[in-house]
């Protein structure tokens, strides 16, 4: 079965600083991967995802994010973090291989940016 | 605008009572899903459904039940069985029910709360 690991559950970083955020995953099959946003009592928002093709995938809001195979990682990052990105990241997985749409998430990354 | 409707934004259950949550979609998305979140565990799966009058049991369904009579709705029970109910409650949906490359679309959520 898939699984998803993010590594940091906490990440606190100054303002104009670069950030990652690490996440690993385990499957056998193919995968379809992903980043979700949080922001405080609201839903998910979609920031990226890879499906094929280019290993660096660029999502909204300035951060990207690169797919290893070998690794099995799929971290995030920006070159330079405002306030406003503060909330929490989710990466998922997509279930059984892409054969439905069942995502497995990771237990999420809390970023903080401080002034 | 098209999207997920979660009502009401926040509840609260009386010992021995069921509640229901609410979750619209006009996105005329196939797959739904209920996603329950509580503090450093990530999201996890209830129930989801990839069409109508179908659905089926995620990783925690206990002291939980659904219904899928339309395509727009899927409504959430959370029953007495369940005995820590206390979570935010998510709605997703999905274009493809055979698809894992479709991102999900999220609610703004329902938190659950005991009286």
């Known amino acids: 079965a898939q699984s998803v690991t993010q590594l940091d559950s906490q990440v606190p970083v100054f303002e104009e600083a670069p950030v990652e955020l690490r996440c690993n995953y385990s499957?056998?099959?193919?995968?379809?991967l992903f980043w979700y946003v949080q922001y405080p009592n609201q839903g998910l928002q979609l920031l990226l995802k890879?499906?094929?093709?280019?290993?660096l995938v660029k999502g909204i809001n300035g951060f990207e994010a690169e797919f290893n195979k070998s690794q099995t990682s799929f971290h995030l990052r920006k070159p330079s973090v405002h306030i406003s990105d503060t909330a929490e990241y989710f990466c998922?997985?997509?279930?059984?291989?892409?054969?439905?749409?069942?995502?497995?998430f990771g237990k999420g990354t809390k970023l903080s940016v401080k002034p | 605008d098209g999207g997920i409707t979660q009502s009401p934004k926040y509840l609260f259950r009386k010992e021995g009572q069921n509640v229901t949550l609410s979750c619209e979609q006009n996105?005329?998305?196939?797959?739904m899903y209920w996603y329950r979140q509580d503090p450093g565990q990530g999201l996890r799966l209830i129930y989801y459904?990839?069409?109508?009058?179908?659905?089926q049991k995620g990783d925690i369904a206990e002291g939980y039940s659904v219904s899928r009579e339309k395509k727009e709705s899927f409504p959430l029970t959370v029953t007495s069985a369940q005995k820590n109910p206390t979570a935010f409650y998510l709605c997703?949906?999905?274009?493809?029910?055979?698809?894992?490359?479709?991102?999900?679309?999220f609610g703004d959520g329902t938190r659950l709360s005991i009286l």
């Open positions: 997703a949906s999905s274009g493809d029910r055979f698809g894992g490359d479709q991102p999900q679309h």
């Open positions: 499957s056998s099959v193919s995968v379809y």
């Open positions: 890879y499906l094929s093709g280019s290993t």
């Open positions: 998922a997985v997509s279930d059984n291989g892409g054969s439905q749409g069942n995502l497995i």
């Open positions: 996105l005329n998305h196939d797959a």
């Open positions: 459904s990839q069409i109508v009058n179908d659905f």
